[in-house]
């Protein structure tokens, strides 16, 4: 299983998602940092060493985030304990870093999302870098990384990065690598991956009143399918009052999502844009018959306007009303909402006086070996290396650093004890099915580079009430070409 989480990167990544209000007992809440400690003769991180090498610098970050989505305002670099297990985990790892190898993180912070891009194009271009690492969402990212900013850590000589190693997401990294080279980092480095990662919540209430299967329990089985959803978003669905299903009365919806969750459930059925071929390029796939087959019954679903709600079949994407659609969920008039992780750290869940639980996207069908998922490309955190940073191996020591501390020290408080046991205080089964849902996540290459914007294909095609075939056969020339482009910068920079 990947290994997924781990806050506040201190150097890294925001200490991010889980806004973990404590809803625990107090008993649950201890100390991760003395069991961690190594005796005198052994190395805080094996695959370092003992060493001083590296005693007084000072690892260099610049970040986006919201702070709304955090519980640490400063998580980088932050000073203060707020009580909060996570937080102090996050914490130790910073002391314990310096304590033990004389490194510090400095961090700054870039606020609103979008400016960061302006930010390293104009201090590279103009030798004003004073940064080591950039964290970001992946698509800001690649975008970033095809003019040429940041390292390929494949190629890095004299890295003291452990790629293979379990606090590292190689899953990921695999996904996210193109022509061989890989400019993004993600594993317990962070926890920002995590929180964007999709996901489906139900409505336990509802499943009770009308006597439907445990979801959970058809998780476990492998029949949590998008037949068996459709089947329960049907069985609930219905109008109170006037005979018109509603996103302002009464009605109850089997269903409430945005047009993206299209691309989304199609992702579940394990049915990516794209497959990479043996010289690790991306191949448009839309067209062939399994897809299609995914995208026509995730279609027949979105377009069922009697059980599914979409965003935009009632407000404009950025309508300041259109919030009222996925709401049903938090008020219990709808039984499945689509969304990423980190909604239940948000004051529409926590406000919500309903009981839910969490589930992967359904399968295609009983014969889709795995669950699967992808990320919200926007905001899956990763971290890159500037291709100017003066000192490489420092870097990729401290990154090591970070990782693996992470592993060993913050995840746990933030998967297994704040995200299992105090988000789902009254869901017994929401440990395995995290662990599902996070073994099995996919990311889409072609959509963090968003050639020839792919990443509105399916919308495109669900409001134009076309079909896949012909689509793609109009787009492919030009995603083609976008791709290619792509990878002539690459080439032209040396990358």
């Known amino acids: 299983m990947k290994r997924i989480f781990c806050l506040l990167l201190a150097a890294l990544m925001l200490v991010s998602a889980v806004v ?47 702070e709304g989505i955090m519980f640490c305002k400063e998580p980088f670099g932050a000073t203060e ?18 304590q033990e190898y004389g490194i510090k993180v400095e961090a700054e912070f870039i606020d609103p999302w979008g400016t960061i891009l302006d930010r390293v194009e104009q201090d590279y271009l103009t030798g004003t870098t004073s940064y080591d690492i950039v964290s970001t969402g992946l698509m ?33 990294h695999k996904d996210m690598s193109i022509a061989g080279k890989l400019f993004f980092l993600t594993g317990d480095l962070l926890v920002m991956d995590d929180e964007y990662t999709t996901c489906m919540f139900y409505n ?20 949590w399918t998008l037949d068996k959803m459709y089947e329960m978003a049907q069985t609930v669905a219905h109008d109170e009052d006037d005979g018109v299903m509603s996103v302002t009365g009464d009605d109850v919806w089997g269903i ?42 995730v279609k027949e679903i979105m377009k069922d306007k009697t059980v599914t709600a979409v965003r935009e079949d009632y407000y404009a994407w950025d309508n300041p009303d259109a919030s009222i659609v996925v709401n049903q969920f938090y008020d219990g008039k709808a039984l499945f909402m689509m ?17 839910y639980g969490i589930l992967p996207m359904p399968k295609f069908d009983e014969n889709q070996e795995n669950y699967a998922t992808t990320n919200d490309p926007y905001r899956f955190y990763c971290v890159s290396i500037m291709q100017n940073t003066p000192d490489v191996e420092f870097v990729t020591f401290a990154l090591e650093a970070m990782a693996y501390l ?9 998967y297994d004890r704040t995200l299992k046991y105090k988000r789902f205080p009254d869901d017994t089964d929401s440990p395995e099915i995290l662990d599902i849902l996070f073994s099995n996540r996919l990311i889409d290459i072609s959509v963090a580079y968003n050639w020839d914007d792919c990443i509105q294909y399916y919308n495109n095609i669900m409001f134009g009430n076309g079909d896949v075939v012909s689509y793609v056969e109009g787009k492919r020339s030009a995603f083609e070409a976008a791709m290619q482009l792509t990878l002539d910068d690459f080439a032209g920079l040396g990358i």
Not at 406 to 414: D, L
């Open 20 to 66: 973990l209000c404590a809803c625990g007992d107090e008993e649950e809440e201890s100390s991760v940092v003395t069991d961690e400690k190594p005796k005198e003769d052994e190395a805080l991180v094996p695959t370092l060493g003992k060493t001083d090498v590296h005693k007084g610098k000072a690892l260099r970050v610049l970040s986006s985030y919201e």
């Open 81 to 98: 304990t707020n009580s909060e297990p996570v937080n102090e985990a996050c914490l130790d790892r910073l002391t314990m870093l310096e």
């Open 140 to 172: 800001d990212l690649a975008n970033l990384a095809a003019q040429g900013f940041f390292l390929d850590v494949n190629s890095i000589e004299n890295s003291n990065l452990h790629l293979n190693e379990s606090w590292w997401d190689s899953v990921s």
């Open 204 to 223: 336990k209430g509802l499943v009770n009143d009308y006597r439907l299967d445990n979801p959970s329990d058809l998780v476990l089985q492998g029949t």
């Open 256 to 297: 409430v999502c945005v047009l993206f969750d299209t691309y989304k459930l199609v992702m579940g059925a394990d049915a990516p844009q794209v497959v990479k071929n043996d010289q690790d390029l991306p191949e448009l796939k839309m067209d062939a018959e399994y897809n299609i087959k995914a995208f026509e019954k």
């Open 339 to 355: 969304n990423v992780v980190s909604a239940v750290n948000s004051t529409e869940m926590r406000e919500a006086n309903i009981s």
């Open 406 to 414: 992470g592993e060993k020290m913050v995840t746990p408080e933030y």
